[in-house]
DNA sequence: CGAAAGGCTCTTTTT
DNA sequence: GAGCCTTTCG
C-alpha cells in the first residue's frame, strides 16, 4: 500500500518533510489527523524509523485510540511501541519510570479537580482564611495557572502584586504541601514535574532525548506554556518537531493554552517548513462560507482561504423559537423529520451548546419522545459519588497516604468517625508529622507508650479508629495475592459499601454504576494482579475524559457541549443556545480577546457539520431559575442572508408533528397502567433491546419506567417506550 | 454522631 | 433549580 497515494500535494508536503521542524496550519475538515497517521506510517515504513523513537501528542485519549487503529490498518503489528497518548499520559509514564530524581514517588495518585477542590478547602482552612470569602474555584485556577508558567508558591509569591495573589500564595503553599504529603500529582503537576524532571536531570533528559527522534504534536494551539517547553526539552537533540495546529480553533485559553505558542515556535525555529492545509474535505460550501463569514469578524488572526469541492448544500437554517422548552422541541421534531424522510440517520444528528446546563432541556425532550440520545458528560461517570468513593478505596490500598481519600471514605459507609474525630486526627498527625493513615496505623501498636503523643481519643472512638486501620491492612495485605477484580469485589464487601448502599436511595442505580467500573477493571485488566494494574486502572479512570467513551457508530443523537465537539464530524449539526449572553457566554463581554475565543467556539462548532447547520436560539429562557429575555447571538449578524433559511417551523412542525405518533403535549390513548410492569420484570424495546425493569412510577396520567439495557440504564415514559414485556 | 431540614450561593468551557 | 453548607434535633 503506497502511503502518499490518497494524499493531495499539500498534505503529501507535510508528510513527507521528516527533517527539521515543520509547523502544519490545518484548516477545519482539512485531513489533519490523516496526515498525522499518514506521516508516523511514513516515517516507520518507508524512512524505516522505529516506533520506539517516535513520539505523538494528542489532545484526547480517544484521538490517540483512533490515530492507533488507523496506523494499525496502515502499518500492522509495529504500533505497540510508539509513545502515543495525551500530554499528562504520556507524563505520567515518564515520571512512573523516571521520577524518583524529580523526588516524585512512582506509586503517586492523580487528583482530580473534585480532589484538587478538597485540597483546597482544607488548604484555606489551614491558612486560616474565611473560605467563605475566596472562592475555591478561582483559587483552582489561580494555582493552575502558576503551575502553567512553572512558578513553585514562593516565586508566585515574590511576582504577586495584590491582595488576592497574596492569599493565593499563601493557599498554594499549603495545597502543595498537602499534595506532597499525600504523595499525589495533580493534573498541572503531571506536566510541571515531568518538565522540571528534565531540567535538574540533564542525563535523564539526554536518554529521552536520544530516544524521541521524531516527534508529533497535535491541536497545537490549545498547548500551554509548560507543554511546550516539554517539547522543546524532548525535541532538543533531533529537532524532528512536528506540530499541527489551527488559530482559529484555539478554544482552551481558561485553561491557559496559548495560540501564541505557534508563533514562538516559528521564532524558535526559524527553519521550520511551514505547510497550509486549505482544501476542506467535510462540508458543503453553505456551511463552510457560513463558518468563514463567522470567523472572519475576529480582529486577532491571519485571513486563511478554505475552499472545497464539495457540493453547494442546504442553507443553514436559523430558528428562534420562545422558549428553551420548544428550542428542544424543535431539534426532537427536526430531527425526526430528517431521519423520516430516509436521509439521514440518528446517529448522523449532533446537538452542540454552550454550557453542560443547556442540556438538561434536550434530554428532558428526547426522553418524553423516546428518541434515543447520548449525553457526551452530563453527571460524568468517574465523578459519580460512589464511583469516587470505591475508587478512593483503591486509591488508599495503592497510596494510604492519600489524605483526600482517607478523609472521603473514612466515614463512608458510617462507622461513627464524625466531624470532630476526623479534625483530631488530622491535628494529631500533623503534631506527629505523619501522614493520618500512619497516625491510624500507630494506634494498632502498642508502641504508642514511649511515643511523647498521646492519641487524643476515647476508648471507644479508639476502637473505631482502630477498626478501620485493621480493615485497611487487610485490604492491603489482600492486594499482594488478589487478581484486580478479586480486590475490587474485596473492597466493596469487607468496606460494607454494598450494605450501605442499599439504605440509600436509588441504590439500584448507583449500583449499577459499580457494577460498571467492576466492568473496566475485569475488561481492562482482566486477571491481572493489582501490583501491576491497580495503577494503570487508576490513571485510566482519573485521566478519561469523557469523549473518550463516545461511540459515534452507535445510532443515537448526540449532545455535546463546543468545547468536547472539537475534532468531531456529524452530518447535521444543531447548535442551540445562540444567544448573546450564552454564546458568546456574558462572562466574556467585557474582554474582546474572551469575546474572539467565544467566537472560534461558534465556528468550531459550525464547522463540525458535513450536510446541515442549524442555528437555534430561545426569546426566552430561564436561567438559574430565573426568565430572562436575551438577544439574538451577534454571531448571527456575521452570516450574509442569502446563507440563510428562515420559515417559520412552528407551523409547519405542529402540522407536521402533533397528529402523527408523536405529541408535545398529552400523551397518546391509551396510556399502558403503571401496574403493568414491576421491577425485574423482563422487557423488550425496539431501539434499546431486551432489558429489565429498575423501577416503575406514575405520573400524572403516565408512567416513569427506569430500565437497565444492556450497559446503559435510561429513564422513558412508558406510553411512549411501547415495551413488551417478555416473560 | 448523624439525619433532616432549611438557607445560602452560584453556574463556562475540562486534560 | 441544584448542590452545598449550616443548623437543629434526636
Not at 124 to 144: C, G, T
Not at 203 to 231: C, G, K, M, P, W
Not at 676 to 696: I, W
Request: proline share 4%; with cysteine; charged share 25%.
Amino acid at each position: 500500500m503506497d502511503i502518499l497515494a490518497e494524499l493531495n500535494a499539500a498534505q503529501k508536503e507535510a508528510v513527507e518533510a521528516i527533517n527539521g521542524p515543520v509547523l502544519i496550519l490545518a484548516g477545519p475538515g482539512s485531513g489533519k489527523t490523516r496526515v498525522i497517521t499518514h506521516r508516523v506510517a511514513y516515517l516507520i515504513k518507508v524512512c524505516g524509523v522505529s516506533p520506539h523513537r517516535i513520539m505523538a501528542v494528542t489532545f484526547t485519549n480517544k484521538a490517540a485510540r483512533e490515530m492507533e487503529e488507523r496506523l494499525n490498518n496502515l502499518v500492522s503489528g509495529l504500533v505497540r511501541d510508539l509513545t502515543l497518548g495525551t500530554f499528562h499520559a504520556i507524563c505520567v509514564r515518564f515520571l512512573r519510570n523516571s521520577g524518583r530524581a524529580a523526588g516524585v514517588d512512582p506509586r503517586f495518585v492523580i487528583y482530580d479537580r473534585d480532589d484538587q477542590l478538597s485540597l483546597v478547602k482544607h488548604s484555606i482552612q489551614e491558612a486560616d482564611l474565611d473560605p467563605k470569602q475566596y472562592a475555591s474555584s478561582a483559587i483552582i485556577s489561580a494555582i493552575s495557572s502558576a503551575k502553567s508558567r512553572m512558578l513553585s508558591p514562593p516565586e508566585y509569591l515574590k511576582t504577586g502584586r495584590s491582595y488576592f495573589d497574596e492569599v493565593v500564595g499563601r493557599v498554594y503553599e499549603i495545597y502543595q504541601r498537602l499534595l506532597e504529603e499525600s504523595n499525589a500529582l495533580d493534573f498541572d503537576d503531571l506536566l510541571m514535574k515531568t518538565v522540571l524532571l528534565f531540567r535538574n536531570n540533564p542525563e535523564i533528559l539526554a536518554r529521552y532525548q536520544s530516544r524521541y527522534v521524531h516527534i508529533l504534536v497535535d491541536e497545537f494551539q490549545d498547548t500551554n506554556l509548560v507543554q511546550y517547553e516539554l517539547i522543546r526539552q524532548l525535541g532538543g537533540k533531533h529537532r524532528n518537531i512536528c506540530v499541527v495546529g489551527d488559530p482559529d480553533q484555539s478554544i482552551y485559553s481558561w485553561r491557559f493554552a496559548d495560540v501564541r505558542n505557534i508563533l514562538t515556535f516559528e521564532n524558535e525555529y526559524p527553519d521550520a517548513k511551514m505547510v497550509v492545509l486549505e482544501e476542506n474535505y467535510r462540508s458543503t460550501k453553505m456551511i463552510l462560507d457560513t463558518a468563514s463569514h463567522i470567523i472572519s469578524a475576529n480582529q486577532q488572526r491571519k485571513p486563511v482561504n478554505l475552499w472545497t469541492q464539495n457540493h453547494e448544500g442546504a442553507s443553514t437554517v436559523v430558528v428562534e423559537t420562545y422558549t428553551e422548552q420548544e428550542e428542544a422541541q424543535f431539534v426532537v421534531s427536526e430531527v425526526e423529520r430528517l431521519v423520516g424522510q430516509g436521509e439521514f440517520s440518528l446517529g448522523d444528528c449532533s446537538v452542540m451548546y454552550r454550557t453542560n446546563a443547556q442540556s438538561r432541556v434536550l434530554e428532558e425532550a428526547f426522553v418524553r419522545y423516546g428518541m434515543p440520545y447520548k449525553l457526551v458528560a452530563g453527571t460524568r461517570f468517574y465523578e459519580r459519588r460512589e464511583v469516587k468513593d470505591i475508587i478512593a478505596y483503591l486509591r488508599l490500598i495503592q497510596n494510604p497516604h492519600d489524605s483526600v481519600s482517607l478523609i472521603r471514605v473514612i466515614n463512608v459507609p458510617q462507622r461513627g468517625i464524625g466531624q470532630q474525630t476526623q479534625a483530631k486526627l488530622a491535628g494529631w498527625a500533623k503534631s506527629l508529622g505523619v501522614s493520618q493513615y500512619e497516625a491510624l496505623w500507630s494506634m494498632t501498636r502498642d508502641a504508642t507508650e514511649d511515643s511523647e503523643i498521646q492519641p487524643p481519643f476515647n476508648s471507644h472512638i479508639s476502637r473505631v479508629l482502630t477498626a478501620f486501620s485493621d480493615l485497611m491492612e487487610e485490604l492491603i495485605l489482600r492486594s499482594k495475592e488478589l487478581k484486580l477484580v478479586e480486590l475490587f469485589d474485596l473492597v466493596v464487601e469487607r468496606s460494607g459499601y454494598k450494605q450501605y448502599l442499599q439504605s440509600e436511595n436509588n441504590w439500584q442505580e448507583r449500583w449499577e454504576n459499580i457494577l460498571e467500573l467492576r466492568a473496566v477493571a475485569q475488561k481492562e485488566y482482566g486477571d491481572k494482579s493489582p501490583a501491576e494494574s491497580l495503577a494503570a486502572f487508576l490513571e485510566e479512570v482519573t485521566l478519561v475524559s469523557d469523549v473518550d467513551d463516545l461511540d459515534e457508530s452507535e445510532s443515537t443523537v448526540t449532545l455535546i457541549t463546543l468545547h468536547q465537539a472539537k475534532g468531531l464530524e456529524f452530518p447535521v449539526v444543531f447548535i442551540v443556545g445562540m444567544e448573546d449572553g450564552l454564546l458568546p457566554h456574558f462572562r466574556s463581554f467585557d474582554d474582546p480577546e474572551q469575546m474572539e475565543e467565544e467566537r472560534r467556539l461558534c465556528y468550531v462548532g459550525v464547522t463540525r457539520a458535513k450536510q446541515k447547520v442549524y442555528l437555534v436560539r430561545a426569546f426566552r429562557r430561564s436561567l438559574m431559575g430565573r426568565s430572562t429575555v436575551s438577544e439574538p447571538s451577534r454571531f448571527l449578524n456575521d452570516i450574509p442572508k442569502h446563507l440563510i433559511s428562515t420559515g417559520d417551523w412552528r407551523e409547519e412542525a405542529e402540522s407536521r408533528i402533533v397528529p402523527s405518533i408523536y405529541s408535545w403535549n398529552k400523551p397518546p390513548a391509551p396510556t399502558p397502567s403503571a401496574m403493568e410492569f414491576q421491577a425485574g420484570d423482563h422487557v423488550y424495546h425496539a431501539q434499546f433491546g431486551k432489558g429489565v425493569v429498575v423501577s416503575c412510577q406514575p405520573v400524572k396520567d403516565d408512567a416513569e419506567v427506569v430500565i437497565a439495557f444492556n450497559g446503559a440504564v435510561k429513564k422513558l415514559l412508558l406510553s411512549f417506550a411501547n415495551l413488551e414485556k417478555t416473560e
